[in-house]
């Protein structure tokens, strides 16, 4: 079982940035590649960024494209968001997901790839 936890949202007004973070803990000595979902009131659950486990691939949401940024840290098992320019429409709880792979380079974007997920971490951008 992996465990996971992310931390860093908040209420921001729009323009503003945040990171977020996801620590993962328990079975975490194979790989894992990671994702970023977000969930906005009375919406379905979207693909926001995805990153392979070896941090070299990466893949984002058109909707976030150049200004999200995910990024990770193996040797902390932490895996990160930067989100700058925040919109209004920004405003989700994000929850992070993992997915265990032997495929260091592959990026996973679909919710039913991934095995794990965190409880989420609420963002709310102000306008």
């Known amino acids: 079982q992996v465990q996971l936890e992310e931390s860093g949202g908040g209420l921001v007004q729009a323009g503003a940035s945040l990171r977020l973070s996801c620590a993962g803990s328990?079975?975490?000595?194979?790989?894992?590649?990671m994702g970023w979902f977000r969930q906005a009131p009375g919406k379905e659950r979207e693909f926001v960024a995805a990153?392979?486990?070896?941090?070299?691939?990466?893949h984002y949401a058109d909707s976030v494209k150049g200004r999200f940024t995910i990024s990770r840290d193996n040797a902390k098992n932490t895996v990160y968001l930067q989100m700058n320019s925040l919109k209004p429409e920004d405003t989700a709880v994000y929850y992070c997901?993992?997915?265990?792979?032997?495929?260091?380079?592959?990026?996973?974007?679909?919710?039913?790839?991934?095995?794990?997920w965190g409880q989420g971490t609420q963002v709310t951008v102000s306008s």
């Open positions: 997901a993992a997915r265990a792979t032997v495929y260091v380079s592959t990026y996973y974007g679909n919710s039913y790839e991934y095995d794990y």
């Open positions: 990153i392979s486990w070896s941090g070299g691939n990466t």
């Open positions: 328990g079975r975490t000595y194979s790989g894992y590649a």
